[in-house]
């Protein structure tokens, strides 16, 4: 467990007082030599954040990986730590232009080590996509042929806009296989886009109205008021909501009813 609060888990807690508990014991009161050195061993990994990367299994924030990235103090032992392991990254979309600059700097050290990446995202732009499929790739897209697969489709041309993803599906999982040429199996596409259904008891139909005024909006909401119903007006800047509930004070709807919430409040 690698992250600024895990000694706040008590699970993770009790693994390192168990070690401690052995290092202060007799031989004769310990369970046995196995599990003595094993929590010996959990003990030592868990003692810093950059000796949780060795782990054969770590769990952490992903700043601990990207120090990796960065000419900062024990980088080689981070990028040690992280050799030839599968890298899980989690909500990746939310990553700034600073942080996904450094994720793909250690996404491309990665590759090279002979690394693999499962990277998890729901809102994650096409753009920002289609440069990590590149990243693995490891060469300009065109001198990839497109192949087809039965069970997933592939580009339909890597050539066809020097794009190397296309598919806008969602869910959509995406396998890219960097140097196909090495790889025993020659219908191994460099690419392959599979759209994925979702499951039938989350799946929802919703209808979607468009409102192209802001008059349109607080008729609606006015309207919602009078029937007894709730109703959620979201804008982008907070001089925006405070206007936005200024125009909805004037449609008649008692002060009480209508709560505005944004980052200015004190919580």
Known sequence: LAHGSKNMNETFRRLVNNANAYEDSDSASQQTIGDEISSQCHAWFASSNKRALLADIGVGTIDQALLAALPKKHQPLRLFGLHHKVLIFDEIHSADSYMFELLTSL?????????????????????????????????????????TNDNATSNDNFKNGNRATQCKHFPLATQVTS????????????????????????????????????????????????????????????????????????????????????SRFTL
């Open 107 to 147: 996404l491309a050290v990665h590759l090279h080590q002979g690394g693999h990446a499962i990277l998890l995202t729901a809102t994650l732009s096409l753009d920002k996509r289609e440069a990590l499929a590149k990243l693995w790739l490891d060469k300009p897209s065109s001198e990839y042929d497109s192949q």
């Open 179 to 262: 140097h196909t040429e090495l790889l025993p199996d020659n219908d191994i596409a460099p690419v392959l886009e599979a759209p994925i259904d979702s499951p039938i008891r989350v799946a929802r139909h919703l209808a979607v109205d468009f409102l192209h005024s802001v008059d349109d909006v607080v008729h609606y909401i006015a309207q919602a008021a009078q029937s007894n119903q709730c109703a959620v007006w979201v804008r982008n800047t907070v001089s925006d909501a405070i206007k936005a509930y200024e125009l909805v004070l004037q449609a008649s709807i008692p002060a009480e009813n209508i709560v505005l919430f944004h």
